[in-house]
């Protein structure tokens, strides 16, 4: 699985309990109410646990959060 499909699959059932039927790639997440704070906070567990990376204080600003694409760049940066 992608790194973009398994964001939005957690996203979706984790964060909005299946509350939003679809999150695009480009979907705003914090503008669209999608995810909050609470839920950015499982979403840094859920990165750092399945991809085995470390997101450090700085790179937790809202644009490395702000899409399913920017997400994804960020594990790529860390990973690779």
Known sequence: ???ADSIRQFISSEICAGAVDHIGDT????????????????????????????IEGDELIPENFSTINSISTLIGKKVG
């Open 27 to 54: 979907d705003l997440l914090i503008e669209n109410g999608i995810i909050d704070s609470t839920g950015i906070m499982l979403l840094l567990g859920f990165l750092e646990e399945n991809f085995s990376i470390t």
């Open 1 to 3: 699985m992608e790194a």
